[in-house]
Nanobody
């Protein structure tokens, strides 16, 4: 079910930066996005970063110190600032969020880090 939409992915050289955004789409606009996940080719989906309802932050070991997750509560939009990108960061990045009763995933946005 696609009710969250990611944007901001693309092709970038190693060492560069990208900023991903995630927002609700369709008739449901009360989904609370709380996390970013990614899946590289041939690998399992992994947690990149999460932010709780209270603002607690959690990062995957491979992105600590390079990525920053944040939320704009007025726009109900989730962001992922990615700095010092490496080829190993190449993956499809997915936004994840909740309502009171269900969880939702975005369709994913491709990030490719290559020279």
């Amino acid at each position: 079910q696609v009710q969250l939409v990611e944007s901001g992915g693309g092709l970038i050289q190693p060492g560069g930066s990208l900023r991903l955004s995630c927002a609700s789409s369709g008739s449901i606009f009360n989904i609370y996005p709380t996390g970013w996940y990614r899946q590289a080719h041939g690998k399992q989906r992994e947690m990149v970063a999460t932010i709780s309802f209270g603002g607690a932050l959690n990062y995957g070991d491979s992105v600590k110190g390079r990525f920053t997750i944040s939320r704009d509560n007025t726009r109900n939009t989730l962001y992922l600032q990615m700095n010092s990108l490496k080829p190993e960061d190449t993956a499809v990045y997915y936004c994840h969020g909740f309502t009171e009763h269900e969880e939702y995933w975005g369709q994913g946005t491709q990030v490719t880090v290559s020279s």
